[in-house]
């Protein structure tokens, strides 16, 4: 039985169907399987977190090369198929809930996961501070695009900033729409994200964290005119606001033309 047959028996016999709300598109190409586990280099050391298990067929896959799956799944519905389907395995782990919801998990060295596309800027986000070696993931293209967008441009923004402080990207390969199903309407890729050390010194982490969301909020202003409502705002700064702007780096330059480490910079002035 192919992963397509598959995986329409399994929702037939379950009574699914796949919700759009929840981007339930079930990867079923084995061969993207392979793809994604030789990008991860996964080894039979390694302990794997599947965020958005689904069906359970990638979580399948993993499992017979890696010491341990976290397969987490949110849809109550797709839990009781993993359970039952999956649940004798002694290498899975079956977690249901969301993923960002989840202070305290298993430690895992990597990710391998088809996570749901609704979820993916909270989701990288929500790894910002997690330790771990690599992640591989399909993702949406365009969102993809976010996060190794070139200074300036319009997919430039927080996310491309935030991400590049925090890791290394690599786009390695597209996915076509016809290896899910149902397909989605959305084109796919494949990326790998390796954390590193801080691109970047910085003083302040949360500080840097408020800045960056916020100037982007404004992001065709000059920076001198977009900073003075988080100065009164975040800072609590009520007198002498012109002044402080008047003394910045980048101040007439716009939001979005500045790199990441110019906000790091602006962040460094701020903090003494």
């Given at each position: 039985?192919?992963?397509?047959?598959?995986?329409?028996?399994?929702?037939?016999?379950?009574?699914?169907?796949?919700?759009?709300?929840?981007?339930?598109?079930?990867?079923?190409?084995?061969?993207?399987?392979?793809?994604?586990?030789?990008?991860?280099?996964?080894?039979?050391?390694?302990?794997?977190?599947?965020i958005g298990a689904g069906l359970g067929f990638l979580t399948r896959f993993l499992a017979r090369r890696c010491k341990m799956v976290l397969a987490v799944e949110l849809d109550s519905?797709?839990?009781?198929?993993?359970r039952e389907n999956l649940g004798d395995l002694p290498n899975i782990t079956i977690f249901e809930g969301d993923i960002l919801g989840f202070n305290m998990i298993s430690p895992f060295?990597?990710?391998?996961?088809?996570?749901?596309?609704?979820?993916?800027?909270?989701?990288?986000?929500?790894?910002?501070?997690?330790?771990?070696?690599?992640?591989?993931?399909?993702?949406?293209?365009?969102?993809?695009?976010?996060?190794?967008?070139?200074?300036?441009?319009?997919?430039?923004?927080?996310?491309?900033?935030?991400?590049?402080?925090?890791?290394?990207?690599?786009?390695?390969?597209?996915?076509?729409?016809?290896?899910?199903?149902?397909?989605?309407?959305?084109?796919?890729?494949?990326?790998?994200?390796?954390?590193?050390?801080?691109?970047?010194?910085?003083?302040?982490?949360?500080?840097?964290?408020?800045?960056?969301?916020?100037?982007?909020?404004?992001?065709?202003?000059?920076?001198?005119?977009?900073?003075?409502?988080?100065?009164?705002?975040?800072?609590?700064?009520?007198?002498?606001?012109?002044?402080?702007?008047?003394?910045?780096?980048?101040?007439?330059?716009?939001?979005?033309?500045?790199?990441?480490?110019?906000?790091?910079?602006?962040?460094?002035?701020?903090?003494?």
């Amino acid at each position: 039985m192919s992963l397509l047959e598959e995986a329409k028996f399994l929702l037939r016999k379950y009574h699914i169907v796949p919700k759009k709300r929840l981007s339930q598109h079930f990867l079923i190409e084995p061969a993207i399987f392979n793809m994604l586990a030789d990008y991860a280099s996964l080894t039979s050391a390694d302990t794997v977190l599947d965020i958005g298990a689904g069906l359970g067929f990638l979580t399948r896959f993993l499992a017979r090369r890696c010491k341990m799956v976290l397969a987490v799944e949110l849809d109550s519905r797709l839990v009781k198929i993993l359970r039952e389907n999956l649940g004798d395995l002694p290498n899975i782990t079956i977690f249901e809930g969301d993923i960002l919801g989840f202070n305290m998990i298993s430690p895992f060295n990597k990710v391998v996961s088809v996570p749901p596309y609704g979820i993916s800027s909270k989701l990288v986000a929500w790894l910002f501070n997690r330790d771990f070696a690599s992640a591989v993931l399909i993702l949406q293209k365009e969102f993809a695009d976010r996060l190794v967008a070139p200074i300036g441009s319009e997919s430039y923004g927080w996310l491309s900033v935030l991400s590049y402080y925090h890791f290394e990207f690599d786009v390695l390969d597209d996915v076509p729409n016809s290896m899910f199903y149902p397909p989605p309407k959305v084109n796919s890729v494949i990326v790998r994200l390796r954390p590193r050390g801080p691109a970047f010194p910085i003083q302040n982490y949360q500080l840097f964290y408020k800045l960056v969301h916020f100037l982007f909020s404004q992001r065709n202003k000059k920076v001198r005119n977009a900073i003075k409502q988080f100065l009164k705002k975040h800072l609590a700064l009520s007198e002498d606001v012109t002044k402080l702007t008047e003394s910045l780096p980048f101040r007439d330059r716009r939001v979005r033309e500045l790199a990441p480490e110019d906000f790091g910079e602006l962040v460094n002035v701020l903090s003494n």
